[in-house]
């Protein structure tokens, strides 16, 4: 086991509003969520001295505008002036949840004592893969020439051969995108809070690249969530109940950049990511209370049953039905909505929900004895990371 | 009717660099070349700068026959790429050759309704000219034998 398990806490959260459009630029959205995670924690602005971030903008085509498309970290300088700042980083070979491993590594350094990572979303208007490009250069010449456009489709690809392989049938992800969205009635920060999604809903939704339909993909939206993490000591003196950090991992496995549509890239990159935290926390996927798992596409979620242990591999689309993702089932999943109901946040939002079960924050959606919490933020290829938080150290 | 009308599709030409340049120089001739290690004799694509597989740096394109199995798919129905929106539903494929195993080739599913595309299904090689320099390899499904 990992010896610096549940000496880093996650203490507040915050969000900022989520729409379709921006009314007004990103980095107010930004700053809204980071000054709602500092008063969730009871702290002054003043107390922060460290800061992360992973600033992408997932979207094609359209200008990268520091502060209106993206939130840096010299934006977020800008912006807050800290006086006391000792630490900050953006991270680029993992997503959010790199960045929110990078800050527990500066708190066990001792390099900073309260870091806010924060991760801001921009929904830019027109087309989000805007692809007007005459020319396919780099690893596209290989793809773009055959209709491959946004992300969606390599991840459909890669679903293709899971059901295909595994005698299964994409109708059994219903399931997955309704319960979700009634999770997601107990979120009052989602995109979806107020808007019931059944399964009549999603059999109707017109297919966007065949096996997803609308309801399989999450809605791009314009907003901003952050979260205060701190060291256990410190984290006991603040006004929330601590979610101790137990474990973590980050994928470990990268296929040659263009080779698209391998399920092995998914299930390696998963696997890889968990084994590191099943051994740093000491705790195997029976023990787990809660699990949220990143569902930009529905498919990442049966990557992440699989590939992180929950279940075998080909089983994930029986393993979610009969009740066993609900609140009070035997694995209850994306008890925040997940992405689905959310909106296009990327991962923090999943660790925020992880966090907030473990340390029994989660209000009317609060799993009933909720103590090991895991967390697979981004999906499991390329950028994914793996956390445990708890309630009680151990 | 289910046949894609690539008719009014404006594919995005591939821009070979030095690594790549091989490879369309060889679909030019209507031939599938795949870069081959020297010293392991894996196949890989796309080409890298070092083989994946034992990391030797001597590594040259070599012919395939071509004919392999489609290894996963998509259906495309979303217009959002309008340079492909006349053509939907069309089929995306990823195709496994025999000679190179582990080695995935993107491509579309011509000649047949998209609705044939199917994990497993045998393809073989045919090549589509988008211009003088530029020819694709492309896929339809494998006549008999």
């Known amino acids: 086991m990992w010896d610096n398990r549940c000496k880093i806490a996650v203490s507040g959260v915050g969000y900022s509003k989520v729409s379709r459009m921006a009314d007004i630029p990103l980095a107010a959205h930004a700053l809204e969520a980071v000054k709602g995670a500092v008063a969730d924690s009871g702290l002054q602005m003043a107390d922060i001295d460290g800061l992360a971030t992973y600033p992408e903008l997932p979207a094609t085509g359209h200008a990268e505008i520091d502060g209106i498309s993206v939130v840096s970290v010299n934006c977020m300088m800008a912006m807050l002036k800290l006086p006391n700042l000792t630490w900050h980083i953006q991270v680029g070979t993992t997503n959010i949840g790199g960045a929110v491993q990078q800050a527990v590594n500066a708190l066990l350094a001792g390099v900073c004592k309260y870091a806010v990572v924060w991760r801001a979303m921009h929904n830019p208007r027109g087309t989000y893969q805007n692809l007007p490009g005459a020319y396919a250069h780099g690893a596209t010449q290989f793809t773009a020439p055959y209709g491959f456009g946004g992300p969606g489709q390599g991840m459909a690809v890669a679903y293709t051969r899971w059901l295909e392989r595994n005698n299964q049938n994409r109708e059994k992800m219903a399931t997955l995108a309704v319960t979700q969205r009634k999770h997601t009635q107990h979120n009052p920060h989602a995109y979806f809070y107020g808007t019931p999604l059944t399964r009549e809903d999603y059999f109707a939704s017109r297919m966007v690249a065949y096996p997803f339909c609308l309801f399989d993909c999450d809605i791009p939206v314009q907003g901003a969530v952050a979260i205060v993490l701190t060291t256990a000591d410190r984290a006991r003196d603040l006004k929330p109940k601590p979610a101790y950090i137990a474990g973590y991992g980050q994928r470990l496995h990268f296929e040659v950049a263009g080779r698209i549509g391998s399920l092995s890239n998914y299930m390696e990159g998963g696997s890889s990511s968990a084994k590191l935290t099943w051994e740093r926390s000491g705790f195997s996927p029976r023990d787990v209370d809660v699990a949220q798992i990143y569902d930009g596409f529905s498919a990442s979620v049966i990557y992440g049953l699989e590939s992180y242990g929950f279940c075998k591999e080909g089983e994930a689309l029986d393993f979610i039905q009969d009740g066993r993702i609900e609140l009070d089932g035997e694995l209850p999943l994306n008890t925040f909505g997940g992405s689905l109901g959310t909106g296009r946040i990327h991962g923090l939002w999943h660790i925020i929900e992880g966090a907030l079960q473990a340390s029994g924050r989660a209000g009317s959606r609060q799993v009933k004895g909720a103590n090991v919490s895991f967390v697979g933020a981004s999906a499991p290829i390329v950028t994914g990371t793996t956390f445990i938080f708890v309630g009680e150290p151990y | ?145």
């Open chain 2, 1 to 145: 009717m289910t046949m894609s009308d690539w008719s009014k599709v404006t594919r995005p030409i591939p821009v070979p660099n030095e690594w790549t340049r091989p490879f369309w120089d060889a679909a030019r001739r209507g031939v599938l070349e795949l870069q081959r290690c020297q010293a392991c004799g894996h196949f890989q694509h796309p080409p890298y700068a070092t083989c994946v597989q034992c990391m030797a740096i001597d590594l040259k394109f070599e012919p395939v026959r071509g004919g392999g199995a489609i290894y996963a798919y998509t259906i495309m129905y979303h217009t959002g790429d309008k340079r492909f929106a006349a053509a939907v539903p069309y089929a995306s494929i990823v195709v496994e050759l025999d000679e190179a195993p582990g080695a995935l080739l993107a491509g579309n599913l011509l000649e047949v309704p998209y609705t044939e595309a199917k994990v497993g299904r045998r393809v073989e090689v045919i090549f589509e000219k988008l211009n003088d320099d530029i020819t694709l390899p492309q896929f339809r499904l494998a006549r008999a034998t």
